[in-house]
Protein backbone atom coordinates (compact mmCIF):
# COMPACT_ATOMS: atom_id res chain seq x y z
CA UNK A 1 0.00 0.00 0.00
CA UNK A 2 1.22 3.29 -0.60
CA UNK A 3 1.39 6.01 1.52
CA UNK A 4 -0.75 8.82 1.02
CA UNK A 5 -0.61 12.96 0.29
CA UNK A 6 -3.32 15.37 -0.12
CA UNK A 7 -3.09 18.29 -1.80
CA UNK A 8 -4.96 21.41 -1.31
CA UNK A 9 -4.99 22.58 -4.77
CA UNK A 10 -3.36 20.91 -7.58
CA UNK A 11 0.16 21.47 -9.03
CA UNK A 12 2.00 21.28 -12.22
CA UNK A 13 1.81 17.54 -14.23
CA UNK A 14 5.24 16.67 -14.05
CA UNK A 15 5.11 17.33 -9.75
CA UNK A 16 1.31 15.66 -9.67
CA UNK A 17 3.54 12.73 -12.28
CA UNK A 18 6.00 12.24 -9.64
CA UNK A 19 4.13 12.20 -6.69
CA UNK A 20 2.00 9.46 -8.00
CA UNK A 21 4.99 7.41 -8.90
CA UNK A 22 5.42 6.70 -5.20
CA UNK A 23 2.00 8.12 -3.06
CA UNK A 24 -1.79 7.65 -3.38
CA UNK A 25 -2.42 10.89 -3.97
CA UNK A 26 -5.99 12.91 -3.25
CA UNK A 27 -6.15 17.02 -4.47
CA UNK A 28 -8.82 18.92 -3.44
CA UNK A 29 -11.15 20.51 -5.87
CA UNK A 30 -13.98 22.90 -5.53
CA UNK A 31 -14.16 26.00 -3.41
CA UNK A 32 -10.43 27.42 -2.28
CA UNK A 33 -9.06 27.81 0.02
CA UNK A 34 -10.09 24.27 1.35
CA UNK A 35 -12.88 24.63 4.29
CA UNK A 36 -11.71 23.47 7.62
CA UNK A 37 -13.89 20.64 8.11
CA UNK A 38 -12.91 18.79 5.09
CA UNK A 39 -9.36 19.67 5.32
CA UNK A 40 -9.87 18.33 9.25
CA UNK A 41 -11.09 15.10 7.27
CA UNK A 42 -8.77 14.53 4.92
CA UNK A 43 -5.61 15.00 7.13
CA UNK A 44 -7.14 12.22 9.52
CA UNK A 45 -5.26 9.70 6.90
CA UNK A 46 -2.93 11.37 5.17
CA UNK A 47 0.78 10.51 5.55
CA UNK A 48 2.18 13.44 3.70
CA UNK A 49 0.53 17.54 3.27
CA UNK A 50 1.01 19.25 0.42
CA UNK A 51 -0.57 23.01 1.40
CA UNK A 52 -0.66 26.41 0.34
CA UNK A 53 -0.46 29.95 2.05
CA UNK A 54 -4.03 30.37 2.58
CA UNK A 55 -4.70 27.09 3.81
CA UNK A 56 -4.59 27.58 7.67
CA UNK A 57 -2.43 24.79 9.69
CA UNK A 58 -3.26 25.60 12.91
CA UNK A 59 -3.46 23.11 16.22
CA UNK A 60 -6.81 22.01 15.59
CA UNK A 61 -5.96 20.51 12.22
CA UNK A 62 -2.57 19.05 13.02
CA UNK A 63 -4.45 17.37 15.90
CA UNK A 64 -6.68 15.92 13.11
CA UNK A 65 -3.76 14.05 11.75
CA UNK A 66 -2.78 10.54 12.74
CA UNK A 67 0.01 9.24 10.36
CA UNK A 68 1.25 13.18 9.33
CA UNK A 69 4.98 13.11 8.94
CA UNK A 70 5.57 16.17 6.85
CA UNK A 71 3.64 19.25 5.82
CA UNK A 72 5.13 20.46 2.46
CA UNK A 73 4.30 24.22 1.85
CA UNK A 74 4.19 25.89 -1.39
CA UNK A 75 5.44 28.92 -0.85
CA UNK A 76 8.44 30.81 1.24
CA UNK A 77 5.56 32.28 4.02
CA UNK A 78 4.80 29.94 6.30
CA UNK A 79 3.20 32.05 8.78
CA UNK A 80 -0.09 29.84 7.99
CA UNK A 81 1.27 26.63 9.69
CA UNK A 82 1.85 26.48 13.46
CA UNK A 83 5.47 25.15 12.92
CA UNK A 84 6.02 24.68 16.72
CA UNK A 85 2.68 22.36 17.25
CA UNK A 86 4.03 20.73 14.20
CA UNK A 87 7.66 20.29 15.55
CA UNK A 88 6.22 19.20 18.91
CA UNK A 89 3.98 16.71 16.93
CA UNK A 90 7.43 15.52 14.93
CA UNK A 91 6.35 16.55 11.60
CA UNK A 92 8.35 18.24 9.51
CA UNK A 93 7.66 21.35 7.45
CA UNK A 94 8.96 21.97 4.18
CA UNK A 95 9.00 25.73 2.46
CA UNK A 96 10.53 27.13 -1.14
CA UNK A 97 12.76 30.37 -0.40
CA UNK A 98 15.42 30.96 -2.51
CA UNK A 99 13.82 30.33 -6.23
CA UNK A 100 11.44 32.92 -5.90
CA UNK A 101 13.44 35.79 -4.82
CA UNK A 102 14.27 37.09 -8.14
CA UNK A 103 10.10 36.75 -9.31
CA UNK A 104 9.29 38.56 -5.39
CA UNK A 105 11.71 41.24 -5.62
CA UNK A 106 11.27 42.38 -9.35
CA UNK A 107 7.44 42.32 -8.22
CA UNK A 108 8.05 44.49 -5.30
CA UNK A 109 10.38 47.06 -7.52
CA UNK A 110 7.69 46.67 -9.98
CA UNK A 111 5.09 48.33 -7.81
CA UNK A 112 7.58 50.92 -6.79
CA UNK A 113 8.30 52.01 -10.27
CA UNK A 114 4.24 51.71 -11.10
CA UNK A 115 3.11 53.91 -8.21
CA UNK A 116 6.02 56.46 -8.49
CA UNK A 117 5.81 57.72 -12.31
CA UNK A 118 1.49 56.48 -11.73
CA UNK A 119 1.49 53.85 -14.81
CA UNK A 120 -1.96 52.01 -13.19
CA UNK A 121 -3.34 55.53 -12.49
CA UNK A 122 -2.49 56.50 -16.30
CA UNK A 123 -3.77 53.28 -17.17
CA UNK A 124 -7.34 53.52 -15.86
CA UNK A 125 -7.78 57.26 -16.54
CA UNK A 126 -7.12 56.12 -20.47
CA UNK A 127 -9.46 52.81 -19.91
CA UNK A 128 -11.82 55.65 -18.33
CA UNK A 129 -11.76 57.70 -20.90
CA UNK A 130 -10.41 60.89 -18.94
CA UNK A 131 -7.22 61.40 -20.97
CA UNK A 132 -8.31 64.70 -22.29
CA UNK A 133 -5.10 66.85 -22.57
CA UNK A 134 -1.31 66.10 -23.53
CA UNK A 135 1.98 67.25 -21.99
CA UNK A 136 1.01 69.90 -19.44
CA UNK A 137 3.66 70.86 -17.58
CA UNK A 138 1.71 69.49 -14.30
CA UNK A 139 -0.23 66.55 -15.90
CA UNK A 140 0.68 62.80 -14.54
CA UNK A 141 3.86 64.72 -12.78
CA UNK A 142 6.15 61.31 -10.66
CA UNK A 143 9.27 61.29 -9.17
CA UNK A 144 12.57 60.35 -10.27
CA UNK A 145 14.27 57.22 -8.00
CA UNK A 146 18.15 58.43 -9.17
CA UNK A 147 19.23 59.64 -5.65
CA UNK A 148 16.12 58.42 -3.36
CA UNK A 149 16.64 56.78 -0.57
CA UNK A 150 15.11 53.35 -0.38
CA UNK A 151 14.50 52.20 3.28
CA UNK A 152 14.63 47.96 2.78
CA UNK A 153 13.28 46.56 6.24
CA UNK A 154 14.72 43.27 6.58
CA UNK A 155 17.37 42.74 4.64
CA UNK A 156 17.35 39.27 3.76
CA UNK A 157 17.38 37.47 0.17
CA UNK A 158 14.11 39.14 -1.33
CA UNK A 159 15.16 42.51 0.13
CA UNK A 160 19.02 42.34 -0.83
CA UNK A 161 18.37 41.08 -4.47
CA UNK A 162 15.49 44.28 -4.27
CA UNK A 163 18.91 46.25 -3.27
CA UNK A 164 20.74 45.24 -6.27
CA UNK A 165 17.58 46.49 -8.29
CA UNK A 166 17.49 49.76 -6.50
CA UNK A 167 21.23 50.21 -6.77
CA UNK A 168 21.17 49.61 -10.43
CA UNK A 169 18.67 52.74 -10.50
CA UNK A 170 21.40 54.53 -8.62
CA UNK A 171 19.40 54.86 -5.51
CA UNK A 172 20.31 55.41 -2.06
CA UNK A 173 20.10 51.90 -0.31
CA UNK A 174 19.40 52.11 3.47
CA UNK A 175 18.25 48.80 5.50
CA UNK A 176 17.24 47.93 9.15
CA UNK A 177 17.15 44.36 10.33
CA UNK A 178 17.66 42.88 14.13
CA UNK A 179 20.90 42.24 12.74
CA UNK A 180 23.63 43.77 10.40
CA UNK A 181 24.39 42.03 7.43
CA UNK A 182 28.32 41.44 6.84
CA UNK A 183 30.09 44.21 5.80
CA UNK A 184 30.89 42.54 2.32
CA UNK A 185 27.56 42.49 1.82
CA UNK A 186 26.73 45.75 2.56
CA UNK A 187 29.37 46.42 0.60
CA UNK A 188 28.62 44.67 -2.53
CA UNK A 189 24.99 45.99 -2.01
CA UNK A 190 25.73 49.30 -1.34
CA UNK A 191 23.98 49.17 1.61
CA UNK A 192 23.85 51.53 4.27
CA UNK A 193 22.73 50.10 8.24
CA UNK A 194 20.09 52.56 9.92
CA UNK A 195 17.63 52.34 12.91
CA UNK A 196 14.49 51.52 12.50
CA UNK A 197 13.40 55.21 12.98
CA UNK A 198 15.85 56.78 10.71
CA UNK A 199 14.91 54.11 8.17
CA UNK A 200 10.94 55.59 8.71
CA UNK A 201 11.56 59.00 8.90
CA UNK A 202 14.11 59.48 6.18
CA UNK A 203 13.48 57.14 3.16
CA UNK A 204 11.54 58.17 0.18
CA UNK A 205 10.46 54.46 -0.48
CA UNK A 206 9.99 51.87 1.79
CA UNK A 207 10.00 48.36 0.96
CA UNK A 208 8.74 45.68 3.85
CA UNK A 209 10.86 42.22 3.89
CA UNK A 210 9.90 40.94 7.00
CA UNK A 211 7.74 37.92 7.71
CA UNK A 212 4.22 38.63 9.93
CA UNK A 213 4.88 37.77 13.61
CA UNK A 214 3.81 38.85 17.08
CA UNK A 215 6.06 42.05 16.43
CA UNK A 216 5.42 42.92 13.15
CA UNK A 217 1.43 42.94 13.27
CA UNK A 218 0.11 45.90 12.07
CA UNK A 219 3.91 47.87 12.51
CA UNK A 220 2.88 50.28 9.77
CA UNK A 221 0.07 52.01 11.54
CA UNK A 222 -0.91 55.66 11.63
CA UNK A 223 1.96 56.59 14.25
CA UNK A 224 4.58 55.20 12.20
CA UNK A 225 3.11 56.68 8.98
CA UNK A 226 2.75 60.22 10.37
CA UNK A 227 6.78 59.83 10.76
CA UNK A 228 7.12 58.84 7.22
CA UNK A 229 7.98 61.73 4.87
CA UNK A 230 4.54 63.17 2.88
CA UNK A 231 6.35 62.27 -0.25
CA UNK A 232 7.26 58.45 0.87
CA UNK A 233 6.10 55.61 -0.62
CA UNK A 234 5.38 52.03 0.91
CA UNK A 235 5.95 48.66 -0.89
CA UNK A 236 4.47 45.88 0.18
CA UNK A 237 5.02 42.04 -0.61
CA UNK A 238 5.47 40.09 2.45
CA UNK A 239 2.62 39.86 4.44
CA UNK A 240 -0.64 41.85 4.96
CA UNK A 241 -0.96 41.56 8.52
CA UNK A 242 2.00 43.94 8.69
CA UNK A 243 0.48 46.54 7.67
CA UNK A 244 -3.16 48.71 9.50
CA UNK A 245 -5.11 48.75 6.29
CA UNK A 246 -7.04 51.18 7.65
CA UNK A 247 -4.41 53.48 8.99
CA UNK A 248 -2.95 53.21 5.38
CA UNK A 249 -6.56 54.29 3.70
CA UNK A 250 -6.39 57.13 6.48
CA UNK A 251 -2.91 58.09 5.13
CA UNK A 252 -3.35 57.94 1.76
CA UNK A 253 -6.24 59.52 1.45
CA UNK A 254 -4.72 62.49 3.86
CA UNK A 255 -1.52 62.58 2.13
CA UNK A 256 -0.06 62.12 4.91
CA UNK A 257 2.27 59.60 2.62
CA UNK A 258 2.15 59.79 -1.32
CA UNK A 259 1.47 56.83 -2.40
CA UNK A 260 1.38 52.70 -2.01
CA UNK A 261 2.18 49.59 -3.62
CA UNK A 262 0.59 46.32 -2.43
CA UNK A 263 0.87 42.59 -3.45
CA UNK A 264 -0.69 41.47 0.25
CA UNK A 265 -3.55 42.59 2.20
CA UNK A 266 -4.69 41.80 5.59
CA UNK A 267 -7.65 39.48 4.41
CA UNK A 268 -7.18 37.68 0.35
CA UNK A 269 -8.84 38.32 -2.03
CA UNK A 270 -9.61 41.96 -1.38
CA UNK A 271 -12.82 43.18 -3.86
CA UNK A 272 -14.47 45.92 -5.37
CA UNK A 273 -16.04 47.26 -1.93
CA UNK A 274 -12.64 47.62 -0.34
CA UNK A 275 -11.58 51.30 0.19
CA UNK A 276 -8.43 50.95 -1.18
CA UNK A 277 -9.83 50.33 -4.92
CA UNK A 278 -11.06 54.17 -5.09
CA UNK A 279 -7.77 55.31 -4.28
CA UNK A 280 -5.74 56.99 -7.33
CA UNK A 281 -2.23 56.94 -5.50
CA UNK A 282 -2.12 53.15 -4.67
CA UNK A 283 -1.20 50.16 -6.69
CA UNK A 284 -2.63 47.26 -6.02
CA UNK A 285 -1.43 43.38 -7.27
CA UNK A 286 -3.35 39.82 -6.44
CA UNK A 287 -0.28 38.44 -4.37
CA UNK A 288 1.90 37.57 -7.32
CA UNK A 289 5.06 37.62 -5.94
CA UNK A 290 5.97 34.37 -6.66
CA UNK A 291 3.94 34.68 -9.48
CA UNK A 292 6.17 33.75 -12.99
CA UNK A 293 5.99 30.41 -14.82
CA UNK A 294 9.56 29.72 -14.34
CA UNK A 295 9.44 30.49 -10.58
CA UNK A 296 6.21 28.16 -10.20
CA UNK A 297 7.60 25.61 -11.65
CA UNK A 298 10.85 25.40 -9.31
CA UNK A 299 8.66 25.99 -6.28
CA UNK A 300 7.02 22.94 -7.53
CA UNK A 301 9.58 20.92 -7.63
CA UNK A 302 11.41 21.94 -4.25
CA UNK A 303 7.66 21.35 -2.63
CA UNK A 304 7.85 17.53 -4.00
CA UNK A 305 11.59 17.51 -3.01
CA UNK A 306 10.92 18.41 0.56
CA UNK A 307 7.74 16.68 0.69
CA UNK A 308 9.69 13.08 -0.24
CA UNK A 309 11.80 13.90 1.88
CA UNK A 310 10.05 14.49 4.91
CA UNK A 311 8.08 10.76 3.92
CA UNK A 312 11.02 9.62 4.82
CA UNK A 313 12.03 10.95 7.91
CA UNK A 314 14.40 13.39 6.64
CA UNK A 315 14.74 16.44 6.76
CA UNK A 316 13.42 18.86 3.98
CA UNK A 317 15.56 20.79 1.80
CA UNK A 318 13.85 24.05 3.14
CA UNK A 319 12.77 22.93 6.57
CA UNK A 320 11.23 24.88 8.77
CA UNK A 321 12.77 24.39 12.20
CA UNK A 322 13.24 20.32 12.64
C1 LIG B 1 4.93 33.10 -0.53
O1 LIG B 1 5.36 32.16 -1.22
O2 LIG B 1 4.79 33.01 0.68
C2 LIG B 1 4.65 34.40 -1.20
O3 LIG B 1 3.76 35.14 -0.48
C3 LIG B 1 4.20 34.24 -2.58
O4 LIG B 1 4.20 35.48 -3.24
Known amino acids: MKNKVFL ?5 DFALKELKKKYQI ?3 TGKIPIPKTKLRSK ?3 ADGLICFPYDKIDKEVIDCAKNLKVISTYSVGF ?3 DTEYAKEKKIRVGYTPEVLTDATADLAFSLLLDVSRRVSEGDRIIRD ?3 KEIFGAFDYVGVDLQEKIIGILGLGRIGSTLAKRAKAFDMKITYHN ?3 VSKTREKSLNAKYVSFEKLITESDFISIHVPHTKETDQLFNMKILKKMKKTAFLINTSRGKVINEKDLVAALKKKTIAGAGLDVFETEPINKKHPFVNLPNIVLAPHIGSSTKETRIKMAEITVENLDL ?3 GKKPIYSVGY
Not at 8 to 12: A, G, I, Y
Open 43 to 45: IKE
Open 79 to 81: DHI
Open 310 to 312: GMK
Open 8 to 12: TRTLH
Open 129 to 131: GRW
Open 178 to 180: RNH
Open 26 to 28: EIH
